[in-house]
């Protein structure tokens, strides 16, 4: 079980991702609906193969939800809708085992409203990074897939 911050309610943890570090480390990060740090990505980490996790912390990330992905040289990005104007999805790398990560990636920023997001991202055999998400644009009633072929 992940253990729930003081003064939140676990029905507001939504939508969890995890990945596995190359330290093995498992991280997981939750979508946020409490009151502290709402809309905020939480991570809680697991150093015994998940029978214990730490207590969810904020990351200094606001977006949702994130997708979780390790890189071959080991690297983990985070892809995440950014709800917030410009609308967009965003990426952030960690180098150190999600200890920390970086300043945002700009993967998209042209959105017309905050509905879109739900990112997902494969690392392509040449290196380089595909993400797709869904979007609603201002010129169709119906929501769309886009995608972003990107390199770190």
């Not at 498992?26 to 015994?48: C, F, K």
């Not at 994130?66 to 180098?95: C, E, F, I, K």
């Amino acid at each position: 079980m992940i253990p729930i911050r003081p003064g939140d309610s676990q029905d507001n943890y939504h939508e969890l991702h995890g990945v596995e570090a190359a330290d093995g480390t498992l991280i997981i990060q939750i979508r946020n609906h409490n009151d502290a740090n709402a809309r905020e990505t939480l991570q809680s980490e697991s150093g015994d193969g998940g029978r214990t996790w730490s207590v969810p912390h904020p990351i200094g990330v606001w977006g949702l939800p994130s997708h979780l992905l390790r890189l071959r040289d080991g690297r983990l990005v985070m892809t995440y809708g950014y709800r917030r104007r410009p609308y967009g999805n965003q990426a952030r790398v960690s180098t150190d085992n999600g200890r920390s990560w970086s300043e945002p990636v700009t993967l998209s920023a042209d959105g017309h409203s905050g509905d879109l997001g739900y990112p997902s991202t494969v690392e392509l055999n040449d290196g380089t990074l595909l993400s797709i998400w869904y979007e609603k644009l201002a010129s169709s009633p119906r929501a769309v897939l886009r995608q972003a072929r990107w390199s770190l």
